[in-house]
Nanobody, 119 residues
């Protein structure tokens, strides 16, 4: 399973960005999908997650500003980020639990996309 993330970049405080992450390969089914972020010297932290049934969970720091969604037909997860703050600056990683054809369920990581919030 390969994950390809898109949408990072430089944005001013208060601005918006939309990240997307598409899974491809011999996928039989996809379970939980999530976004994490990491800054230098810190552990990777969960930003938001969404189950196969559509239940969502958010880190307190992003509640009310970020929205996670998924398109099951496209095996894609999105992260809409509004009212961005400088402290949202990080490398954002998508994480997907997937079952491959003939295989078991395991998680996969995307390559990371840089989000920089600065004036």
């Amino acid at each position: 399973v390969q994950l390809q993330a898109f949408g990072g970049g430089l944005v001013q405080p208060g601005g918006s960005l939309r990240l997307s992450c598409a899974a491809s390969g011999s996928i039989f089914s996809i379970g939980r999908m999530a976004w994490y972020r990491q800054t230098p010297g810190k552990q990777r932290e969960l930003v938001a997650s969404i189950t196969a049934a559509g239940s969502t969970n958010y880190a307190d720091a992003v509640k009310g500003r970020f929205t996670i969604s998924r398109d099951n037909a496209k095996n894609t997860v999105y992260l809409q980020m509004n009212s961005l703050k400088p402290e949202d600056t990080a490398v954002y990683y998508c994480n997907v639990w997937a079952r491959t054809v003939g295989g078991g369920m395991q998680d996969y990581w995307g390559q990371g996309t840089q989000v920089t919030v600065s004036s």
